[in-house]
């Protein structure tokens, strides 16, 4: 009778949560003066944001460049001035805003001849989530790459304002781009780029011929890489949660920045930056680490103020890192990376630059990197994504089953116990210890244990934090539907709201809801088996383990949809696991008869065990004493 009217009291607490967040959804509804009034802010807030934009994307032209036209005499005495010796770069004809094309199958870039840049990195296999082409890098806005340096005539100049001269060559199929700065026909600074076929990795190599007398050696020579993260991907929020910066450092070690927002960090030996989105990611690598970098993160458009459709970059990144001379020239080779942030792709270079997939840490990362990753490509080779998922959670609730079962057994046993359990806690109810004594011992004889249970759950946890963390790094994830969803790495969606709930989103996603009702109903045919008696002062366990499908309602709706898909699965094949072993493997009686059976045979004690009786029955003739 107790049971029943704890049930009722649940179901009553459940309606008067949902009651309570229903009546804040509508008591938080805004009005129309509140509406205006957030119109007002969000008018501002698209002010600002594009002043600052155009503070961030026009940083490649901070200063204007130096133009000599050779039969201007006035003006080749003002480069010679503010240039120096480079006053030649400036003179020649290719000092103009002009654009030299480099592509493959795969990568299309445009360089400037204003800084020898890449000012345009489109990745042509890809669309973003509204349908146009996919940009890394574009129109020269959101990207810089510049040099500082000082020269011997007590100049300190930029390569980003100077200008390059382009010659593209091949080198068998390969394509060759040299953009020399030159200082004569013979001494320059070169940017050397070399895009291999149907590949996103390129070449790149930084050196200078004849600068020794040019170029300040006792004077600082950084290298600053600027890029501004634009936005690929469906819900801002959700992209900029794996929008970070990763690198690699002290011969092989890997870390990485996080999400928040940082002024400066910095590592030493750093041998490759990763600027990373949720899916792209732009890297430098370098073979002769850099002796110290420098990163730093902003949040260019708040993601919490901001309506998603608003937001067209997420995050800005920068770099700095010190160059040094060798016999008093620059001499470093290099490779730029834009492309996909996927695990195959990234370890097929065998650069450690597969570290930049969030994969987890520990077990968690070895479990996909051997086990998940490599079946779920098995699968998806031949099955659709959404069924490759299905059938991959099966699998992986097959094999797990073992565990379920034993789990299973040991909620039994603590069942058909409860009642004996009881009888012990009112008997020694004034008895703390006696009561604990009296409960162990039973255990013993039973040939059962409260932690049985336990360890069992604690054994999937590998496994279900793993999944967490291989659904939202799936690239292959990317744009494929499944029944309504039309992005399995995204939210889905089956209603829009006309409103923003706070941790909720404006919108509603279906796989979320069938996720949380699955699990309520493995929590209703759990929770029952293993929860003792409430003791006065403790929480109510069943309440709070009801919590869970609320928090997977909650906070999953702006989660991957593979991810919901997946719990939604795996929790209606452990319901009709239980159900089996339940009903058909299980056979409650015997386990009941069995029981009784290891209770009449003499339990023998190991040492520890007997070292804690005989501790516990002095601790009792202690208090019976006093």
Request: charge should be neutral; aromatic fraction near 12%.
């Amino acid at each position: 009778m107790e049971e029943k009217k704890f049930d009722l009291n649940t179901v009553i607490g459940f309606v008067l949560i949902f009651g309570i967040f229903a009546w804040m959804f509508y008591v938080n509804k805004p009005t129309p003066e509140e509406i205006e009034a957030e119109k007002a802010k969000q008018e501002q807030v698209e002010a600002e944001q594009n002043t600052e934009e155009n503070k961030t994307t026009n940083f490649i032209k901070e200063s204007e460049a130096i133009v000599a036209n050779p039969q201007d005499s006035l003006a080749l005495v003002a480069a010679k001035s503010q240039l120096g010796a480079f006053a030649y770069a400036a003179s020649l004809p290719s000092a103009k805003e002009n654009i030299t094309k480099i592509e493959n199958e795969v990568l299309s870039l445009k360089i400037n001849n204003r800084g020898g840049y890449i000012e345009e990195a489109l990745l042509k296999n890809f669309k973003t989530y509204d349908s146009v082409p996919l940009y890394l890098i574009k129109d020269g806005k959101n990207a810089s790459f510049n040099i500082n340096f000082g020269t011997t005539d007590n100049r300190i100049l930029n390569t980003k304002d100077l200008f390059f001269e382009p010659t593209v060559t091949k080198n068998g199929d390969n394509t060759v781009l040299s953009m020399k700065l030159k200082v004569s026909e013979s001494k320059f600074l070169e940017y050397r780029y070399e895009l291999k076929p149907n590949d996103y990795m390129l070449d790149f190599s930084i050196k200078s011929q004849g600068l020794q007398q040019v170029i300040n050696s006792s004077q600082a020579i950084n290298l600053d890489w600027k890029l501004q993260a634009i936005r690929q991907a469906k819900s801002a929020s959700y992209e900029n949660r794996y929008t970070d910066i990763h690198y690699e450092y002290d011969n092989g070690k890997d870390d990485f920045t996080g999400q928040g927002e940082f002024d400066e960090d910095q590592e030493e030996q750093v041998s490759w930056i990763g600027f990373k989105q949720h899916f792209f990611t732009s890297v430098l690598l370098s073979d002769t680490p850099f002796k110290t970098a420098t990163f730093a993160s902003k949040n260019v458009a708040n993601t919490s103020e901001l309506d998603d459709k608003d937001i067209k970059v997420t995050k800005e990144f920068a770099a700095s890192v010190p160059l040094e001379l060798t016999g008093g020239e620059l001499s470093y080779n290099m490779n730029w990376y834009y492309g996909p942030t996927d695990y195959k792709i990234l370890s097929s270079y065998e650069r450690n630059l597969d570290e930049i997939v969030p994969l987890g840490w520990g077990i968690f990362g070895v479990i996909n990197r051997y086990i998940f990753i490599p079946f779920f490509g098995f699968l998806s080779g031949f099955l659709p994504f959404g069924i490759a998922i299905v059938v991959m959670t099966i699998v992986v609730r097959i094999v797990l089953s073992p565990v379920t079962y034993k789990s299973y057994v040991s909620q039994a046993k603590m069942k058909i116990l409860k009642p004996e359990i009881a009888e012990i806690t009112e008997k020694y109810k004034d008895n703390a210890m006696k009561k604990q004594q009296e409960t162990m011992a039973l255990y013993s004889k039973a040939g059962a244990s409260p932690m049985s249970g336990c360890l069992p759950a604690l054994m999937q946890i590998p496994v279900f934090y793993a999944l967490f963390n291989f659904f939202p790094s799936a690239f292959d994830l990317r744009q494929k539907s499944f029944l309504w969803a039309d992005d399995l790495s995204s939210y889905d969606t089956i209603a829009k709201l006309p409103f923003e709930i706070p941790f909720y989103g404006d919108h509603i996603s279906l796989f979320p809801i069938l996720a949380s009702i699955a699990i309520f109903i493995y929590m209703m045919m759990t929770t029952g088996q293993t929860m003792q008696t409430q003791q006065p002062g403790m929480p109510n366990m069943k309440f709070i383990m009801y919590l869970s499908p609320l928090m997977m309602l909650v906070f999953f709706n702006n989660y991957a949809s593979g991810l919901s898909l997946y719990y939604f699965i795996s929790n209606l094949i452990t319901i009709g696991i239980m159900l089996v072993i339940k009903n058909v493997i299980i056979d409650e009686d015997k386990i009941h008869a069995k029981i009784q059976e290891n209770k009449k045979k003499p339990k023998k004690q190991g040492k520890f065990q007997k070292k804690m009786k005989e501790l516990m029955e002095q601790a009792e003739q202690q208090k019976g004493k006093k």
